[in-house]
């Protein structure tokens, strides 16, 4: 079974076009989606390989490739110590 992705991600089942919530996000932060999508550069990553990138890279990934595997991924989060969190969700 999937499981559910927040609107928030830009990394999605099989049933989405990861650029939806891309295009989402940056018309959120005053961006012009179809402009930040034409920037998107891809970075191949081989089984075993791992991307490390800024907070504020703006990242995702499409569906899982594999018709027998699942994604696995472990993920570490360093944060700037002036973030802040919001209480609720962006309206």
Do not use: Y
């Amino acid at each position: 079974s999937k499981s559910d992705v927040s609107a928030s991600s830009f990394h999605v089942g099989d049933e989405q076009d990861h650029f939806t919530s891309l295009r989402e996000a940056a018309r959120r932060a005053g961006r012009d989606g179809a402009e930040v999508v034409s920037s998107v550069e891809t970075v191949p990553v081989k089984v075993g390989e791992m991307v490390v990138h800024h907070q504020s890279v703006w990242h995702g990934s499409g569906s899982n490739a594999s018709s027998t595997r699942i994604r696995r991924a472990l993920v570490i989060h360093l944060i700037n110590g002036e973030v802040t969190w919001r209480k609720e969700p962006r309206p």
